[in-house]
């Protein structure tokens, strides 16, 4: 079993939010790969399925995010998950907008939400970081992060969503780089070569026309005989 957790606010009001791409992830996959309905369990909401072989448990936190760690740590002890099966996905400042990594362990780095979680359960879980940008201040993180995306933001969030719920079957059997390779080829997919499509589109050469057919032989005559003889006895 796994435990999939998205971080983020709760409520109409933050539902928008940069802060709160990881409850975008775990929506997308629930919907595209058939989960079922969102209930009320560990100061959350949790939905249940499968992706592959494993049986999967969504688990977005209710408890606003500095206290995320109440909720992933009662999700943990009901149904005795270790860590290295905890996969949490969260907005990354320090990686540019729709870029993708993963991490196993390691500090929190500021993350409210993470920091409530190592406090409660320890920093050996694996952690989906989805990059939102950095404001370039430290001043004006906590407005840009409980900010909406931009309109202009929209193209690259729905290409990352696509891509994780691509590739969340992959994350889900453990194969991280399939994983990422499934976001990238959504999000950076490869272009076509120039060259190759030029030869394809080139048309065959025409053929050189044909040359004119030469004039008939004529007939020799008596006299064209006569002619000869003369010349040569001339």
């Not at 409660?120 to 879980?125: P, V």
Request: with cysteine; proline share 6%; aromatic share 6%.
């Amino acid at each position: 079993m796994r435990l999939f957790v998205g971080l983020g606010n709760p409520g109409a009001k933050y539902a928008g939010n940069r802060h709160n791409i990881g409850f975008m992830a775990l929506d997308r996959i629930a919907a595209d790969h058939g989960f079922g309905p969102w209930r009320k369990a560990h100061h959350g909401l949790v939905a249940e399925g499968r992706l592959g072989l494993e049986k999967v448990v969504l688990l977005k936190p209710e408890t606003f995010m500095n206290l995320s760690g109440q909720s992933v740590q009662s999700a943990v002890s009901f149904y005795k998950l270790a860590l290295n099966e905890v996969t949490v996905f969260h907005d990354e400042l320090d990686l540019a907008p729709g870029k993708c990594r993963v991490k196993s362990g390691g500090g929190h780095a500021g993350h409210n939400g993470l920091r409530s979680i190592h406090q409660h359960l320890g920093e050996a879980y694996h952690r989906v970081r989805l990059g939102i940008g950095h404001p370039g201040h430290k001043d004006a993180v906590a407005a840009y992060v409980l900010h909406d995306f931009a309109k202009a933001d929209q193209d690259w969030l729905e290409d990352l969503m696509r891509g994780i719920s691509d590739g969340a079957q992959a994350l889900a059997a453990g194969d991280s780089a399939k994983f990422l390779n499934a976001v990238a080829l959504r999000t950076a997919p490869p272009r076509n070569s120039g060259t190759a499509g030029a030869a394809e589109a080139a048309p065959a050469p025409k053929p050189a026309p044909a040359a004119p057919p030469s004039a008939p032989a004529k007939a020799a005559t008596p006299f064209d005989a006569l002619r000869g003889l003369l010349r040569k006895d001339g």
